[in-house]
């Protein structure tokens, strides 16, 4: 499993913590007017939890996106900075040691970082029931590859209940990971990947097989899949299984039968 095909896609601000000097309110102002008009999905997240109604465009002098995850602003005639722990430390700011899982956004304000917003991708509403139905019916193992770090994995990972995760992966190392679980299963295990992303096409090729969420996946991973999901609902893995096995079943009754029936007619015939 990809961690995106565990997820909404949808960020949302969970936490925000201040180190000091600005309330919350404070900083969530301060974040979001420094992060309007930014594509990112981060940004967009904090801008709706603070009201894009609410963003006052005079107040913001200037912006500069920057290429290591963050922004450079004005607001209010004060340095806003806004970004991930490395955009900050390339900045050379000291960072308070956050023990919380989810995307860490710095805010530093007139050269001092005052606080940190955490912000989490929201969970599939039956991702938990749909990862205990597929142990009931025989899943062995499950596990997650995901490009996030591992604290984050870990997070989603006591939450659904998976077996294992491997994290900071990109979509090379999810292929050569995929070969080493293929090499380490049993001859008579297969091994079934989900995915929808442009970047899960290369594992659900590499997968015994591959099965692509048809809802929001990409045209490349549908095309390379062997199993297309209509739907991106979580709960249908399962039965897919379950048709799966029910077909198997059928098709090996037939295959016993006409066997046997052509077994009679020839003792029959001699």
Not at 12 to 22: A, H, K, L, R
Not at 47 to 74: E, L, M, P
Not at 211 to 236: C, F, H, N, P, R
Not at 239 to 267: D, E, P, S
Request: charged share 25%; glycine share 8%; proline share 2%.
């Amino acid at each position: 499993l990809f961690r995106s095909t565990l997820t909404k896609g949808k960020f949302v601000v969970d936490e925000i913590i201040s180190f000091g000097e600005y309330t919350k309110e404070e900083l969530l102002d301060y974040a979001a007017h420094a992060e309007t008009n930014s594509p990112h999905l981060i940004a967009k997240s904090i801008i709706d939890a603070y009201g894009a109604d609410n963003i006052v465009a005079s107040r913001i002098k200037s912006q500069k996106q920057s290429v290591t995850a963050g922004v450079f602003s004005v607001v209010d005639n004060k340095k806003i900075i806004v970004g991930k722990n490395n955009l900050l430390l390339q900045e050379g700011f000291d960072l308070p040691e956050i023990n919380k899982t989810g995307n860490l956004i710095y805010i530093a304000i007139n050269n001092k970082c005052e606080g940190c917003i955490i912000i989490k991708d929201e969970i599939k509403d039956n991702a938990a029931l749909s990862i205990a139905a597929l142990k009931e019916i025989g899943i062995t193992k499950t596990i997650m590859l995901t490009g996030d770090n591992p604290e984050i994995a870990d997070g989603v990972v006591a939450e659904l209940g998976i077996d294992d995760f491997y994290a900071n992966m990109n979509p090379l190392d999810k292929v050569m990971k995929m070969t080493d679980i293929k090499n380490q299963s049993s001859t008579h295990d297969t091994v079934v990947f989900v995915g929808d992303g442009i970047n899960d096409a290369p594992v659900l090729s590499r997968a015994d097989v591959g099965v692509a969420m048809g809802g929001l996946g990409s045209d490349a991973a549908i095309q390379v899949a062997d199993i297309v999901l209509m739907t991106d609902d979580l709960s249908k893995l399962p039965t897919m299984v379950r048709i799966a096995k029910k077909t198997k079943k059928i098709i090996i009754q037939n295959i016993i039968l006409a066997l046997g029936i052509k077994f009679l007619v020839l003792i029959l015939s001699i």
